[in-house]
């Protein structure tokens, strides 16, 4: 038990999916569990608290992955002192990295999204509007608290070091055991990189035009996916489908692409791309025939920063400069 290596996971704002991926290693997993002892694993598969994790030494833990972004006061709690307990901290899947979809609540206020989810959806019963309270005195003895909401999203490098990402919405399982299997044998690169394939989802996709020696053309139309349904044998950008296929990770192996559906950047951007959302525009852009097409594009997706921010809003430029600190 000794020369296993102690490993952890947190859960911080997200869904629960990126621990999904690895569970879904099966097999895999059980191997890679040869040399990892989970000393934590929470809140939402080992019988732990996190209290168990206060009480640990720091530097206790040799490696702990944390999935989710910073949404509430909990969240910058328990990334810290997971931060401070661990030698190597893996930001996993696209909110820990990237912010994920929850970092677009930043293109509204706080009350418009409270107001939403607590009032104007047609299901809520809540006539009087009342909201969640960070702490509440209930029946005059019992001093009741959540968790406070953080005054925007972020990303887990933007509140404590990162050591290594990992991108995905959920990660790819396969992808997910070959990053296990570079950790545990300390096939890593160097601190602060992606652990990726280091391939766009154009060079792993089956549709790439390239494969069948088929030239790319400048795309003369501008399809949204609820218009009609793809030829599932051409590639999706060319057909007029906004595709980020070209400037994302692949390390997917291109599964939306393979039921019909368009790349969307869940993946995050290749190495070196600071601002991802930038790229796509980019990328799209240049891959357009015309004005007129670029006006079709402008119509159709009439709030471009929630298309191509989809996944990254928290470590953008646009997001960094609307709500500089994320402790704020």
Known sequence: MADKIKFAFLLAGGCAGCEMALVDLSEKLVDALEHLEVVFWAPTVA?????????????????????????????????????????????????????????????????????????????????????????CLFEGKYDLTLPSFTSRCATIDQLVDVDYYVGGCPPHHDFVAAAVTAIVSGNLPPKGAWLTSGKAVCDVCKRNPALSDQQRLPVGDVIRTVEGRPDETKCLLQQGYVCFGPVTQGDCNASCLNVNIPCRGCGGPMPGVNDFGARCVTAIASSLKDDATAEKLVDKYNNMAKLVYRYSFSASTLGKKQRPDPQA
């Open 47 to 135: 019988d732990v608290k996190y209290k168990d994790l206060e009480a640990m030494p720091d530097g206790f833990i040799d490696l702990a992955f944390v999935d989710g972004m910073i949404r509430n006061s909990e969240n910058e709690h328990m990334v810290k002192v997971l931060r401070a307990k661990s030698k190597v901290l893996v930001a996993f899947g696209a909110c820990a990295t990237l912010g994920g979809i929850a970092a677009l609540g930043d293109l509204h206020t706080k009350a418009e999204l409270f107001d939403q989810a607590y009032k104007n959806t047609f299901s809520t019963d809540n006539p009087e509007g009342v909201w969640p309270q960070p702490q």
